[in-house]
T-cell receptor, first 115, second 115 residues
Framework: DAGVIQSPRHEVTEMGQEVTLRCKPISGHDYLFWYRQTMMRGLELLIYFNNNVPIDDSGMPEDRFSAKMPNASFSTLKIQPSEPRDSAVYFC?????????????FGPGTRLTVL | AQSVTQLGSHVSVSEGALVLLRCNYSSSVPPYLFWYVQYPNQGLQLLLKYTTGATLVKGINGFEAEFKKSETSFHLTKPSAHMSDAAEYFCAVSDRITGGFKTIFGAGTRLFVKA
């Protein structure tokens, strides 16, 4: 049974380049979350979707970040242009039912390094 | 507003010793509480959760946690540490809020287990 799938697992890019991170949630899950994890700030919720609709994007750091969920099985997080301070591990998670009250299933993460 | 405080960013125990990881929360309504574990280079996975009912919750790998409303605590324990328990542990709290929910993760506690 496949869990949450993220790609790529590692991404190294140069400052100013566009970065796109991808996520496939668990089939049947209606909530999808994007998190960022750094040593300094810990685990931060960036945005979450319910039934493909963004519900809360208050955690998105700035306009350089955008997220989409065109269908129930795919989501992207885009950073344009990227900056060194965006270096972090980005996690996608999904859940079902009353999200926040049920378990979130996390993907393995994408480690982003911006030079 | 919700908040989660994990006391101690690092905890070190000997193999076979008691594990105690502390978590205190603040919430305006009865909370839903979670403990997640993160092994190196992996996403978070659920250890246990408290929603309603019995205040002592048992999870995977021999861990348990007790919800103490009077102390606003949800400490995680395991009677006997194993080397494989070395990981980072996150306490989280979820509240229903107008229009949705919010899940807040603590800063994490890294558990070291000495042979």
């Amino acid at each position: 049974d496949a869990g949450v799938i993220q790609s790529p697992r590692h991404e190294v890019t140069e400052m100013g380049q566009e970065v796109t991170l991808r996520c496939k949630p668990i089939s049947g899950h209606d909530y999808l979350f994007w998190y960022r994890q750094t040593m300094m700030r810990g685990l931060e919720l960036l945005i979450y979707f319910n039934n493909n609709v963004p519900i809360d994007d208050s955690g998105m750091p700035e306009d350089r970040f955008s997220a989409k969920m065109p269908n129930a099985s795919f989501s992207t997080l885009k950073i344009q242009p990227s900056e060194p301070r965006d270096s972090a591990v980005y996690f996608c998670a999904s859940s079902t039912g009353l999200a926040g009250l049920n378990e979130q299933f996390f993907g393995p993460g994408t480690r982003l390094t911006v030079l | 507003a919700q908040s989660v405080t994990q006391l101690g960013s690092h905890v070190s125990v000997s193999e076979g010793a008691l594990v105690l990881l502390r978590c205190n929360y603040s919430s305006s309504v009865p909370p839903y509480l979670f403990w997640y574990v993160q092994y190196p280079n992996q996403g978070l996975q659920l250890l246990l959760k408290y929603t309603t009912g019995a205040t002592l919750v048992k999870g995977i790998n021999g861990f348990e946690a007790e919800f103490k409303k009077s102390e606003t605590s949800f400490h995680l324990t395991k009677p006997s540490a194993h080397m494989s328990d070395a990981a980072e542990y996150f306490c989280a709290v979820s509240d229903r809020i107008t229009g949705g929910f919010k899940t807040i993760f603590g800063a994490g506690t890294r558990l070291f287990v000495k042979a």
